[in-house]
């Protein structure tokens, strides 16, 4: 088991937890709940669940590349280690939806927010209360886009052939990890915003 990364409730657990957030949202003004409406399916090319280092190496490429630094890819654990205190100096910022959310739980919700939210100790709130958005986490993918290799449209769309392509991406090709999770998270933010279901991690 993984990370999985869905779109939208599934259970009476998944239920109550964003019957939570939508009551800590309120709490700060913000007024969003998830609606009846069965979620837009993601591209059957993203995998049911990924390992969790898989978000280390694309939060890497997002620290990188907001420093203006070149991006090359991370074969090992080493190498990805090499650059842990240039990650955590960027995670301090708090204005970064990618590096600031959860590895393993949370949410990101379809309300355009600038930065995260940190909701401290809100009861039944996964993720540590911290709670991202869907547009901007996929502000921030496209950011990463040009580095990995990855060419949108000039509207800032995924073409469906790039998609294609980067949904069946080798596992030996540079910035295979980095590319996968991508598309993972951009077909979920592309979901939630297109359905206004939350992005669930568990």
Known sequence: MGLAITVGISGDEAR?????LRTALAAEGIGWSEPDTPPVPLDPHVPADLPYSALAY??????????????????TPEELRADRELIDD???????HLLCH???????????????????????????GM?????????????CAPALGITLAADGSLPEAEAHRIGHVDD?????????IWFALWEAC?????????????
């Open 172 to 180: 030996d090709a540079d910035f295979a990890t980095e590319i996968t």
């Open 58 to 75: 694309l939060r890497r490429v997002m620290a990188l590349v907001d420093t203006g630094r070149p991006v090359t890819p991370a074969r």
């Open 16 to 20: 109550a937890g964003l019957e939570a």
């Open 131 to 143: 709670v991202g958005s869907s547009q901007g986490l996929r502000a921030e993918l496209r950011r």
């Open 102 to 128: 959860s590895d393993s739980a949370g949410y990101y919700v379809p309300v355009d927010l600038p930065d995260p939210l940190f909701l401290g100790d809100a009861p039944g709130v996964a993720g540590g």
């Open 190 to 202: 592309r979901a939630s915003i297109a359905g206004g279901h939350a992005i669930v991690f568990h």
């Open 90 to 96: 960027e995670t301090m910022m708090f204005s970064s």
